[in-house]
Nanobody, 117 residues
Framework: QVQLVESRGGLVQAGGSLRLSCVAS????????MGWYRQAPGKQRELVAT???????NFVDSVKGRFTISRDNAKNTVSLQMNSLKPEDTAVYYC???????????WGQGTQVTVSS
């Protein structure tokens, strides 16, 4: 059974930094992309950043230059470093994993990130 466990988010002031980490268990091969999505109140879940097995990254425009994503394939972990945080980054952040064979998507339980102005 695949499980994604996220580190705790938190409350941070605008301009501050926060790092989220996620570890995947129950899967040892056929992982393609890992990453993070977020959902703010009243909004749809949106992609924040993903990274594939080769290290290619993808970011939503609103976080480019502020967030970085990294991955350890040997440990099945993915991390999101969030800098220069803004109140509009406030959301529940979900860890994401895409498996190739058989094709499936997995999600963490979500962790709250709140940025105060």
């Amino acid at each position: 059974q695949v499980q994604l466990v996220e580190s705790r988010g938190g409350l941070v002031q605008a301009g501050g930094s926060l790092r989220l980490s996620c570890v995947a268990s129950g899967i040892t091969f056929s992982i393609n992309a890992m990453g993070w999505y977020r959902q703010a109140p009243g909004k749809q879940r949106e992609l924040v950043a993903t990274i594939d097995r080769g290290g290619m990254t993808n970011f939503v425009d609103s976080v480019k230059g502020r967030f970085t994503i990294s991955r350890d394939n040997a440990k099945n972990t993915v991390s999101l470093q969030m800098n220069s945080l803004k109140p509009e980054d406030t959301a529940v952040y979900y860890c994401y994993l895409q498996r190739n064979y058989p094709r499936d998507d997995y999600w963490g339980q979500g962790t709250q990130v709140t940025v105060s102005s």
